[in-house]
């Protein structure tokens, strides 16, 4: 099976605009959460949704927003991007029903200039 | 969730045990330890977690203190491959529905060959 896939895998944005991210979970998994790492710290939880409703919500401005799929793959939006939100954006799936495992996948590199 | 303490960086030679200490003082009865490692350039990576006894699987083992308020995970021969930070994270809830991680900064671990 393949793992979580995201795309795209760079994307370059200037001060201003808005990105769209995308995430496709394991097969089978209904459960993507997303995060944010900035170069040197760890990652940072933004959303999970669980059957496309909101389960979760890191702190993190309005100008981010995410939604869930009936195929259970994910889409997170940012608007109005900042120099600051220059970051890796990991997608992770969960197998609810007992497992606590997340499965990362290798993330979106956003550059916002 | 509550806070962990790592040392920001080990060093190991390959082929030798690695031991990598998380310090837990404000942990609670209910909190599992969790570990999670991120190689360069992917999202970080499942290793193991424990609640009170020690765990082993096949990357590694956990050893948790009696009174729960530190842990170490063992690497059992180290390779360059196992480069990598390493995250000690603490979860509550894990039946419910969040899933979120909060990670720290992690120990930046190095293999020397």
């Known amino acids: 099976d393949a793992g979580v896939t995201q795309s795209p895998t760079h994307l370059i944005k200037t001060r201003g605009q808005h990105v769209t991210l995308r995430c496709s979970p394991i097969?089978?998994?209904?459960?993507v959460s997303w995060y944010q790492q900035v170069l040197g710290q760890g990652p940072q939880f933004i959303f999970q949704y669980y059957e496309k409703e909101e389960r979760g919500r890191g702190n993190f401005p309005d100008r981010f927003s995410a939604r869930q799929f009936p195929n259970y793959s994910s889409e997170l939006n940012v608007n109005a991007l900042l120099l600051g939100d220059s970051a890796l954006y990991l997608c992770?799936?969960?197998?609810?029903?007992?497992?606590?495992?997340?499965?990362f996948g290798s993330g979106t590199q956003l550059s916002v200039l | 969730d509550a806070k962990t303490t790592q040392p920001n960086s080990m060093e190991s030679n390959e082929e030798e045990p690695v031991h990598l200490p998380c310090n837990h003082s404000?942990?609670?009865?209910?909190?599992?330890i969790h570990w999670y490692r991120q190689l360069p350039s992917q999202g970080p990576e499942y290793v193991i977690h424990?609640?009170?006894s020690n765990v082993n699987n096949r990357m590694a083992s956990l050893a948790i203190a009696e009174d729960r308020k530190s842990s170490t995970l063992i690497l059992h021969r180290a390779t360059l491959r196992d480069a990598a930070v390493y995250y000690c994270i603490l979860r509550a809830d894990p039946s419910g529905s969040a899933r979120q991680l909060t990670f720290g900064s992690g120990t930046q671990l190095t293999v020397l060959p």
């Open positions: 992770a799936s969960i197998r609810t029903g007992g497992s606590e495992k997340l499965f």
């Open positions: 404000t942990i609670s009865g209910t909190d599992y």
């Open positions: 097969s089978g998994h209904k459960s």
């Open positions: 424990g609640l009170t």
